[in-house]
């Protein structure tokens, strides 16, 4: 009996020892949490040490590709920020990538009769490439797209841009009960344009995801906000004759005869240019908030609605994330006082699209490129997909369609719409 | 959930058939309790299932639980415990790690930060340890009461779509939930 009670003492000692011991930390017990992220700083570098790198080499590994333009026998495929791969496309079933054009801070470009207009940063370069391999700069527009001086709110003087970001982590603690801190929101945006040839001068062939389009002997140019109407009639020495205003988040431009129609992430907007140095804005035909490349002909206009999915914006300025839309509008244009919606089309995730003749292409994200025959606009047949991974860009030129997707740049001879054939692919 | 507590009950219920027997010198064991976990956030439910093995005052054996505090995950765990003295009653020691594996929650969507589901979460470390007292209350049968701290780690990934960052867009979570927990059950042998 003794003996047990003294185990019962020796018991509840030790188990009011640890009562005390769990009861002291009680008032520590704090629950931790953090939260890591990346804090970018900007790497800014004066454009006119920019604008010396500008020259021609080797041909370069094809990592990723932005937006395409075919030039007489030549694709010339831009790696976003970095160049244009020069490709011999002589030999369709055999394209070879041949040369570099080294330049920083590319987006777009349009060609005209040997001389390729781009964007360096917020410049706008004119470059001969009338002996290729060999390029020169003939000229350079300082601070022709302003809104290219910022990126992710932060602004640089116009004689700077910003090369790249010093990535460091961050860790901040974060409260437990995961409450919301908001932080910055940032929304953006490809066609075979129908350009007329100023002179007698061959026209590069752009996709529909452009913001450079050529008509007459003018170049016009589209920022986030500004329309540009540039004269080029004497090539080498393009004269800005107007700039205009347009709206917020602008993205591509796609001209047709007299008229400009301009994709943006609220709506579609016509513009006339009857007056090449002025453009007056016409109609618009409006969606929500998504992106939207645009093409056109005479009755029609065809514009995808895509919602960029995530971590999908790599070739894209800004990110589409206003809803969950993805479709095809064709659009009665034929009278531009009264644009009416014809049909809309459900799509997987449209992207760039083209059309020659009766026949319509769409990039349709993971579900690969669609051929339609368009020969009843409100009743699109679908003649045939072929699977190819987040196809995004296409240009249609003489029964060929030139498709620019994640793994490769393809093409495929549709002339024969019931005969689609597999031409090529330049495997990156 | 549902499924989880089915389980459990399950597992309790055959240990508790199996374990009726004289005890051998090496021989089955199960350790079944219920609990609470007590935080800066919450006090929250917690049930557990340990199936071992017990040799003389030692036992070990895998756990597997439920654990509500914060986000709720399914602990799988190697489970120590070491009885002092002798008698009806007499004190113990545990310790009780392993790894918790999150579980959807119905109401989850509201937990995450902007109620973005997270593009992942990771399988993160969990752990116990503490005292505790047992009582044998019939031939095969202990009653127990135990407290002790418990740590559970949390830790996930979010990729944010709206956000346009020079590279990736992620933010990465982690969470170190302290509690101390009361538990009280029984121990089949």
Not at chain 2, 71 to 85: C, E
Not at chain 2, 157 to 166: A, C, R
Request: aromatic residues 12%; charged residues 15%; hydrophobic residues 35%.
């Amino acid at each position: 009996m003794v003996r047990k009670m003294k185990m019962v003492k020796k018991v509840a000692t030790l188990g009011f020892a640890c009562l005390v011991v769990i009861a002291s930390f009680l008032g520590c017990m704090k629950d931790k949490a953090t939260k890591t992220y990346k804090v970018y700083k900007p790497i800014v570098e004066k454009l006119s040490q920019i604008h010396a790198k500008i020259k021609n080499t080797q041909p370069q590994s094809i990592n990723t590709i932005g937006k395409i333009c075919l030039y007489n026998d030549y694709i010339f495929a831009i790696s976003p920020d970095k160049g244009i791969h020069v490709i011999n496309n002589k030999n369709t079933v055999s394209p070879s990538n041949e040369s570099f054009i080294v330049l920083p801070g590319c987006g777009d470009i349009a060609i005209v009769g040997d001389v390729l207009y781009a964007d360096c940063y917020s410049d706008l370069v004119t470059i001969n490439i009338s002996k290729l391999p060999q390029v020169e700069v003939v000229k350079i527009i300082p601070n022709h797209f302003p809104d290219k001086r910022s990126a992710y709110g932060i602004y640089v003087d116009s004689t700077e841009a910003i090369v790249g970001w010093d990535v460091k982590d961050t860790v901040v603690s974060q409260s437990i009960n995961g409450e919301n801190d908001y932080v910055l929101i940032r929304g953006d945006v490809l066609l075979s344009s129908n350009t007329s040839s100023p002179a007698n001068n061959s026209v590069g062939v752009n996709g529909s995801m452009s913001r450079f389009a050529v008509q007459n002997n003018y170049l016009y140019t589209v920022s986030s906000y500004n329309l540009s109407a540039i004269n080029i009639t004497n090539l080498t020495n393009p004269i800005v004759v107007s700039n205009k205003y347009i709206g917020w988040n602008i993205e591509t431009v796609y001209p047709f005869k007299d008229k400009l129609f301009i994709g943006s992430q609220t709506g579609m907007f016509v513009y006339d240019i009857s007056t090449p140095t002025t453009p007056v804005y016409v109609t618009q035909f409006r969606h929500a908030r998504v992106c939207d490349p645009v093409i056109a002909d005479s009755n029609h206009a065809y514009v995808t609605l895509h919602t960029e999915s995530e971590g999908n914006a790599s070739n894209s300025l800004i990110s589409c994330t206003g809803g969950d839309i993805n479709e095809l509008d064709v659009l009665d244009v034929s009278n531009l006082s009264n644009v009416k919606l014809i049909k809309e089309y459900n799509m997987a995730q449209p992207k760039g699209l083209g059309k020659e003749g009766k026949t319509l292409v769409i990039c349709d994200g993971k579900e690969g490129i669609k051929f339609y025959d368009a020969t009843d606009p409100a009743n699109l047949l679908l003649v045939k997909t072929i699977e190819i991974s987040n196809a995004y860009d296409v240009i249609c030129w003489n029964g060929i369609a030139l498709v620019s997707a994640k793994n490769g740049l393809y093409q495929y001879q549709y002339s024969n719409l019931n005969d689609i054939k597999f031409l090529s692919k330049l495997v990156y | 959930m549902k499924n989880v507590l089915l389980y459990l009950l399950s597992l309790i219920a055959f240990s508790t058939l199996n374990a009726q027997h004289q005890p051998k010198k090496i021989h089955f064991t199960s350790i079944n309790s219920v609990g609470m976990l007590n935080g800066e956030i919450a006090s929250t439910f917690t049930m557990q299932s340990i199936n071992g093995l017990q040799y003389k005052k030692l036992s070990a054996g895998i756990g597997i639980g439920i654990d509500n505090y914060g986000y709720r995950t399914i602990p799988f765990t190697f489970y120590i415990k070491h009885s002092f003295l002798k008698g009806n009653t007499h004190p113990f020691l545990f310790s009780d790690m392993g790894v918790g594996k999150y579980v959807e929650t119905n109401n989850q969507s509201e937990k995450w930060p902007y109620g973005l589901k997270p593009s992942s979460v990771k399988n993160s470390f969990c752990g116990e340890w503490g005292i505790g007292f047992e009582k044998t209350i019939s031939n095969g049968c202990l009653f127990f009461m135990s407290a002790g701290y418990s740590l559970k780690k949390f830790a996930y990934t979010q990729k944010l779509p709206w956000i346009n960052s020079p590279t990736d867009n992620e933010y990465r979570y982690n969470y170190s939930y302290n509690r101390y927990v009361l538990k009280m059950g029984v121990q089949l042998y």
